[in-house]
Structures are given as C-alpha cells and as structure tokens.
C-alpha cells in the first residue's frame, strides 16, 4: 500500500508580500501608478522646461495647482454624487490631458498657470475618488494596508515615469515630446480604469 499525502491548496491571499499590501486595493492602485506615471513629468521636468523656454516663475506654478487641488477635494464628492465616482474620475483625467498639452505647448507665463489650474482640478478630483475605491472594499483591520497599496502605486509609476521620461527628453525628442507623450498616455489609462474599476465600480455610488 501506497501512502500519498495530500497537499493543501496553497492560498493566494497568503504570502510575504501581502503582509504589506491589499490585493482589494490594487485596482485602484494599478490606475494610480498610471495617472503618476503621466504626471511625474510636470514634478521632474517642469522646471528645466521652464528655463529653455524663458519662463522662470516656477514655483508659482506648484502654488496655483496646490490651490486648485483643495478646491477640487472639496467638490469631488458632490460631482460623484451627481454622475457617478467613474465618470468624475473620467473627468479628472480629461482635465489632466487638457493640462499636459498646454504645458507641451506653453510659451507664456499665462499657459503655465492656466495649465496648474487645471492639472490641480485633475489630480484633486481623481486623487481622493482612486483613495476611496482603494480602501472601500478593505476591513476596518485592513484600510491601513489598503492605502499603503495605493500610496506605493503611486511612488512605483512616478519612479517609472521619471526614468521614461527623462529618457524621452534625451533622446526622443525633448521637453515639448515629453508632456504630448505623458498626455497620450492617459489613453492606456482611461482603458485599464475601464477594465479595472469600470462602471459597475462607480455609477452604483451616484
């Protein structure tokens, strides 16, 4: 007589890495690490862009869209509540691709801070919604992981993006290519949030 053992299923849900992270909360992280990889080109680049081109009131710039951003976390939630959190996500992306255009295109000082309004209302809309899709489905235990999932998202797509980037204004074609590019980008944003959060995610809230 053979004796066999019998192996346990191994559960997914265990492992090193999940001590740390909430695979509940990587939908919206995964979506996060996108928009981040768009937008760390105005973080790393903005200012020597700014130099080529003659404009040197940078800091101004990170000032309009901070302003902004409150603006746009405080209304968030009321534009969710009226269509849905996936569509005012929808929105903040639009917004964000209206802002790198005109930063890829800018020659005044007027297009830079029109461009910080704008990226502000973008990232202010999208920000607190991805955060809340991120820890909703989370245990009370559990939110703490949940928005460390999100907020590590967020550090790995600006890495990513800062190196890809950098790489795209030395090589391919410089600062201008660099914010047309991060722009375009977005298209594979808005597909994976389709696919990773899509409608049934956010026209339940409304």
Known sequence: IVHTRETQPTDPNTGFIWRFLDKKALP?????????????????????????????????????????????????????????????????????IIALVLLGSMTNDIMMFTAAAIRGLGGGICMPLLNVLAVRRASRSERGKATSTYYAAFDVGSGLGAAFWGFTADYLGGYRTV????????????????????????????
């Open 179 to 206: 914010y047309y590019g991060a722009a375009l980008f977005y298209i594979i944003t808005f597909m994976a949030s389709l696919k990773l959060i899509g409608k049934s995610e956010g026209e339940d809230q409304k």
């Open 28 to 96: 919206a992280a995964a979506i996060m690490a996108l928009i981040s990889f768009s937008t760390t080109a105005i973080t790393n680049f903005l200012s020597p862009y700014a130099v080529t081109i003659g404009l040197t009131d940078i800091g101004a710039f990170f000032t309009v869209q901070a302003l902004f951003m409150i603006v746009a976390r405080v209304s968030s939630n009321r534009i969710s509540q009226r269509i849905g959190i996936f569509r005012t996500i929808v929105l903040g992306f639009v917004l964000d």
